[in-house]
């Protein structure tokens, strides 16, 4: 925020996951909201939604979502009320129209992969009549060309998944020929305080596998959650011991050296 002070943003907008399984989630939340920021529902913000509906649904109690469980203890039935009233797509009508979502029109966990293609596009965002779509969710950027829309996906504030260890922004500027032009802000961020918070909060042993993959993965700059769901789905059996047992058979291939935090 203390970046973007220096500029004079017509409008600042969060596009989602404030809540995103960090010790520092709930402050995140406090921040946007006191600033009066308009937020997009993402993902995690879904799961914390989802899980107050019905904590002990099969598909909420995996230690995949204990990170969200823990998030959740830190908001109250009021506020979950609040944050299920979130939009998933906020549109504005400059410019031929302006659409903001966080993964996708019909998807709130739609990951790119650095690509959307012709199909993608049908599937996931012809449903606007917006001239520009921005999507969040991926923490990368990327102009997306040759698809009948503008379509960017724009980084975020920090756990960046391209390799920088970067807080990361985007500015959209309408040109005189109606299209957006879109300009990216990466800037340094104290990663280590982040990382010390996860430690210093517990959130490291309560939050369990998926926590020590963002951990590592923030901390070394190595892409490990998705590749590891990846790789969980091919693993012969699930469960509490077998998610446990790919977690160390997979770490120890991504990073042989590591040491037990
Ligand atoms: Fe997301």
Same mark, same amino acid.
């Given at each position: 925020m203390?970046?973007l002070?220096?500029?004079?943003?017509?409008l600042v907008v969060t596009a989602g996951d404030m809540v995103n399984?960090?010790?520092?989630?709930?402050?995140c939340w406090?921040m946007a909201r006191?600033l009066g920021l308009p937020m997009l529902k993402g993902?995690h913000e879904?799961?914390?939604?989802? =899980?107050?509906?019905?904590?002990?649904?099969?598909?909420?109690?995996?230690?995949?979502?204990?990170?969200?469980?823990?998030?959740?203890?830190?908001?109250?039935?009021?506020?979950?009320?609040?944050?299920?009233?979130l939009p998933?797509?906020l549109?504005?009508?400059?410019?031929?129209?302006?659409?903001l979502?966080h993964?996708?029109?019909?998807?709130?966990?739609?990951?790119?992969?650095?690509?959307?293609?012709?199909?993608?596009?049908?599937? %996931?965002?012809?449903?606007?009549?917006?001239?520009?779509?921005v999507?969040g969710h991926? %923490?990368?950027?990327?102009?997306?060309?040759?698809?009948?829309?503008?379509?960017?996906?724009i980084?975020s504030v920090?756990?960046?998944?391209?390799?920088?260890?970067?807080?990361?922004y985007a500015?959209?500027?309408?040109?005189?020929?109606?299209?957006?032009?879109?300009?990216?802000?990466?800037?340094?961020?104290? %990663?280590?305080?982040?990382?010390?918070?996860?430690?210093?909060?517990?959130?490291?042993?309560?939050?369990?596998?998926?926590?020590?993959?963002?951990?590592?993965?923030?901390?070394?700059? %190595?892409?490990?959650?998705?590749?590891?769901?990846?790789?969980?789905?091919?693993?012969?059996?699930?469960?509490?011991?077998?998610?446990?047992?790919?977690?160390?058979?997979?770490?120890?291939?991504?990073?042989?050296? =590591?040491?037990?935090?």
């Amino acid at each position: 925020m203390e970046d973007l002070r220096q500029f004079k943003a017509d409008l600042v907008v969060t596009a989602g996951d404030m809540v995103n399984g960090f010790s520092s989630s709930r402050a995140c939340w406090d921040m946007a909201r006191s600033l009066g920021l308009p937020m997009l529902k993402g993902n995690h913000e879904g799961y914390l939604c989802k =899980l107050t509906a019905d904590r002990q649904a099969p598909e909420w109690t995996s230690e995949l979502y204990s990170p969200s469980r823990e998030n959740l203890k830190q908001f109250s039935i009021e506020e979950m009320a609040r944050m299920a009233q979130l939009p998933s797509c906020l549109e504005f009508k400059a410019g031929n129209g302006f659409c903001l979502t966080h993964a996708s029109l019909v998807s709130e966990r739609f990951n790119s992969k650095g690509q959307i293609t012709l199909s993608d596009y049908e599937s %996931h965002f012809s449903q606007s009549n917006a001239a520009c779509i921005v999507r969040g969710h991926d %923490h990368r950027f990327v102009d997306h060309p040759g698809l009948p829309k503008q379509v960017f996906s724009i980084g975020s504030v920090g756990h960046a998944r391209d390799g920088l260890q970067k807080a990361q922004y985007a500015f959209f500027d309408l040109l005189p020929d109606q299209t957006w032009q879109m300009s990216v802000r990466s800037i340094d961020y104290p %990663h280590e305080l982040a990382l010390e918070q996860m430690l210093s909060s517990g959130l490291l042993e309560r939050g369990g596998v998926i926590s020590q993959l963002i951990y590592y993965e923030v901390k070394h700059q %190595h892409p490990l959650l998705f590749r590891f769901l990846d790789f969980y789905k091919t693993w012969p059996a699930h469960g509490e011991q077998e998610i446990r047992k790919a977690f160390y058979q997979f770490m120890g291939r991504e990073l042989p050296d =590591l040491k037990p935090v």
